[in-house]
C-alpha cells in the first residue's frame, strides 16, 4: 500500500502502543494464549484497537505477535494459525476503518522441548503466519523484536516472497548496541536495508533514553525510514506482574529527541498504554521529519583496558584439533563420583593419562544423577594428574545468565575443551522433583559459545576479551531416522562447533555407516565406543538410556555368554572392532569407561 510509505516519506507518523500487556492490564488472564482472544474475545482486543486509535495512531498492530505454529502449539492451537492470523486483521478493519492496520509477527522463540525445526521448516512456518495476515487484508507488516539478525533475514526473505506491501524490520537490540547474534544496530539495519526492508527500528528491549542512543548512531540518508517503539522503561516483578513506571509525559518529552535523531514511525512497546500515545500525539504535531543526518566526529580518548587472560598455567594447553595432525588422538570419558571420594576417580584418570589418553573428558551429571561438579573434577585433573579435560556442558541445571556465568568462569580459568549438550531431563535422575531449566538448548549453547570466542555475551555485551573454547557438539547414529541426526549436526557445525562426539556404537555396520555419512563434512569426529560388561548392561542400556540402542544379535550373545568374565569380553571385542573403524576413518576416538572401570578403557587405549 503506497500510501503509508508516502505519508512516512512525508512525515512523522504516529503508531500504536503495548498490545500484550495492555490486554493483561485489561482483564486478559495470565497464561493465556492471548492471539486465542481474537476468536474468544474479539470486543476485547477492539477495544484496545479503538483506545490506540482515538489516543492518536495512524497505525495499529495486530494481535498476532506469537500466533505462528509453533508457539500456538504450546496452547494445543497449532491447527489455527490461519484463521487466528486472518481474524486478528478483520477484527482491526472492523474496529479502526480509518487506520493502517500492520500484521504483527514475531520470532519463532524456539524452546528445546519445541522440537528440531530446519532452516526450511521455519520458513514455512513464517510462510502460513504472513499468508494468514495477508490473506485477512493488512496493510503493512510488522516483523518485530527479532534478537537474531539470521532469523529476521529469513523472515523478511519469506515476506519479499509473498507481499509488495510495506514491510517493517524491528530489531531488539541490547542496550549496549549488539543483537544477541553478535551483529551492531548500524550493521544490522545496514544489511537489513539492502535486503528489502522498507522501514528499519528498534522495539521491544529498550527504555526511551537507550533507543535515543542506539538511532544517535545511525546515519540517515535521503530516503532512509527509521521506526522505533520504546518500552515505558524497566520492568518491575510485583504480585504476578510485570509494571513499567515511564509515564505518557516522559515519552511525549522524549520524542522531538527521537525525530531529531531521524525516527519517522514512533510508537510504544512493552508497558505503554494509549495515554502514552495520546501524549505523544499532541507532541508530534509540530514536528517535521529530519531527512538527512550525519555522524558527528567525535575526537577518541584511547584507553588501554587489560584483555582477559586465561590461567597462566594451563595457557599453552594444547588443542586436542591440533594434536589430531600429527597423532592419533583418545578422549576418554570419565565420571566424577556420585560422593566426596576422589581417590578412585584421580586413580583412573593417572592409568588413563599413562596409557595414552589424549584427554579425559567429563560429564555434566550425565542421565540427571547427581555427581561431583565437573568443573570442580577438572581442577583436580589438571593440578593433581596433568592431564587435558574436556568438560561437558548442559543446559539442564542453568538459566541462560547462570551458563554464561559458568563459561566466563571456565575461560578466566583457560580451559579450552567443552562439549554442548541439551541434557537429560532432570526426572529421569535420582531427583525427579528437580526443575530442568532449558533456557537454550545444544544449539543455542553452541551460538553462545562461539560468541563468547568473539568477545561478546548472549546480548551482545563486549566482554574484553575473547575466549578460546575447541567448541564440540554431540551426534547420536543410534537414532531411528538417522539423515535427519545429520541434518541436524550440519545445523550445529554453522552456529559454531568445531568437531563432534557421538553416543556409543555398539556395531561395526553402524560405525562405517557413522564415518561414510561425518567424513565429507570435513570435522573432526570422535565416534563414541563403550565396552558392554555383561548381559544385564547391555540390557540397561538399550532399554533405560535415551540415545542408546544395541542389536539384538549382539544382545543374545551375551545372554549365552558362560559369566559376566565372558560376556566382558565379548563387550571388549566389538569395542575393538567400533574402535579401528574410527581410528581408520578420523584418527580419533572416544572411549567412554563405564561404572569407572577405568580398566576397560586402558585395555582400550592399547594398540
Known amino acids: 500500500m503506497a500510501d503509508f510509505l508516502e505519508l512516512l516519506h512525508d512525515r512523522v507518523v504516529l503508531g500504536d502502543g503495548a498490545t500484550g500487556t495492555y490486554l493483561y492490564e485489561l482483564g486478559a488472564p495470565l497464561g493465556h494464549c492471548l492471539e486465542e482472544l481474537n476468536l474468544t474475545r474479539p470486543e476485547l482486543v477492539s477495544r484496545v484497537y479503538r483506545e490506540y486509535a482515538e489516543a ?14 509453533v508457539r500456538l502449539a504450546r496452547f494445543g492451537l497449532e491447527d489455527r494459525v490461519r484463521e487466528i492470523n486472518a ?64 532469523e529476521l533475514l529469513l523472515a523478511l526473505e519469506v515476506f519479499r516472497g509473498l507481499a509488495r506491501i510495506p514491510v517493517i524490520a524491528s530489531l531488539g537490540v541490547s542496550e549496549e548496541g549488539r543483537l544477541a547474534t553478535g551483529e551492531t544496530f548500524p550493521e544490522a539495519v545496514h544489511v537489513l ?51 513499567y513506571a515511564a509515564s505518557a509525559e516522559y515519552f511525549a518529552a522524549t520524542l522531538p529527541q527521537w525525530v531529531a535523531e531521524g525516527a519517522r514511525l514512533i510508537g510504544g512497546d512493552y508497558g505503554t498504554r494509549p495515554g502514552h500515545i495520546a501524549a505523544m500525539a499532541a507532541a508530534v504535531r509540530e ?25 597462566p598455567a594451563f ?44 584427554a579425559v573428558t567429563l560429564a555434566d551429571n550425565s542421565l540427571a544423577i547427581l555427581r561431583v561438579s ?21 543446559c539442564r541445571d542453568r538459566n541462560l545468565l547462570g551458563l554464561q556465568s559458568e563459561i566466563m568462569g571456565l575461560g578466566t580459568l583457560g580451559f579450552r575443551h567443552v562439549l554442548a549438550v541439551t541434557g537429560d531431563p532432570a526426572k529421569v535422575g535420582d531427583h525427579p522433583g528437580a526443575s530442568s531449566v532449558y533456557d537454550v538448548n545444544s544449539l543455542g549453547l553452541i551460538k553462545l559459545l562461539a560468541g563468547m570466542n568473539r568477545g561478546v555475551n548472549a546480548v551482545g555485551r563486549p ?33 559454531g562447533a568445531d568437531y563432534v562426539m557421538t553416543q556409543p556404537v555398539f556395531d561395526v555396520a553402524l560405525a562405517r555407516r557413522t564415518a561414510e555419512a561425518l567424513k565429507p563434512l570435513g570435522i573432526p569426529v570422535f565416534l563414541g565406543v563403550m565396552p558392554i560388561l555383561s548381559s544385564r548392561n547391555a540390557e540397561f542400556l538399550h532399554n533405560e538410556v535415551p540415545g542408546i540402542k544395541i542389536a539384538e544379535p549382539l544382545r543374545e550373545k551375551l545372554r549365552h555368554a558362560a559369566d559376566d568374565a565372558a560376556a566382558t569380553r565379548l563387550g571388549l571385542e566389538v569395542a575393538r572392532e567400533v574402535r579401528d573403524v574410527a581410528l581408520a576413518a578420523f584418527n580419533g576416538v572416544y572411549l567412554i569407561t563405564p561404572f569407572l572401570r577405568y580398566e576397560v578403557s586402558v585395555d582400550l587405549l592399547a594398540p
Open 87 to 150: 481474524r486478528a486483521v478483520q477484527v482491526a478493519r472492523e474496529a479502526v476503518p480509518g487506520v493502517f492496520v500492520g500484521g504483527s509477527v514475531g520470532p519463532l522463540s524456539l524452546r528445546p522441548a519445541d522440537g528440531d525445526y530446519s532452516p526450511d521448516d521455519q520458513r514455512a512456518i513464517f510462510g502460513e503466519q504472513i499468508e494468514a495476515l495477508l490473506e485477512g487484508g493488512c496493510d503493512v507488516v510488522f516483523l518485530e523484536t527479532f534478537t537474531a539478525l539470521d
Open 374 to 394: 565437573n568443573l570442580a573434577a577438572a581442577i583436580h585433573l589438571r593440578q593433581e594428574v596433568g592431564v587435558t579435560p574436556l568438560l561437558h556442558l548442559a
Open 287 to 311: 514536528l517535521r521529519p529530519v531527512r538527512v543526518k550525519k555522524l558527528a566526529i567525535r575526537e577518541r580518548i584511547a584507553v588501554t583496558e587489560p584483555a582477559a587472560r586465561p590461567s
Open 193 to 243: 536495508r539492502k535486503a528489502g526492508a522498507n522501514v528499519v527500528g528498534i522495539n521491544g528491549t529498550c527504555g526511551p533514553q537507550a533507543c535515543l542512543h542506539l538511532l544517535s548512531k545511525l546515519e540517515v540518508g535521503e530516503g532512509d525510514l527509521l521506526s522505533v517503539f520504546p518500552n515505558a522503561g524497566k520492568p518491575e516483578f510485583y504480585e504476578g506482574r510485570f509494571n
Open 56 to 69: 492518536g495512531a495512524q497505525v495499529v498492530e495486530t494481535n498476532s505477535f506469537g500466533a505462528n505454529r
Open 463 to 495: 566482554l574484553k576479551g575473547e575466549t578460546r573454547f575447541v567448541i564440540g557438539c554431540a551426534f547420536n547414529p543410534n537414532a531411528l531416522n538417522f539423515d535427519s541426526q545429520v541434518r541436524k549436526l550440519e545445523t550445529k557445525l554453522r552456529a
Open 315 to 358: 595457557a599453552d594447553e594444547p588443542s586436542i584439533l591440533d594434536l589430531l595432525k600429527t597423532q592419533v588422538v583418545s578422549i576418554v570419558e570419565l565420571d566424577s563420583p556420585k560422593t566426596l571420594a576422589m581417590d578412585k576417580f584421580l586413580a583412573g584418570a593417572k592409568a588413563l593419562k599413562e596409557a595414552g589418553a589424549a
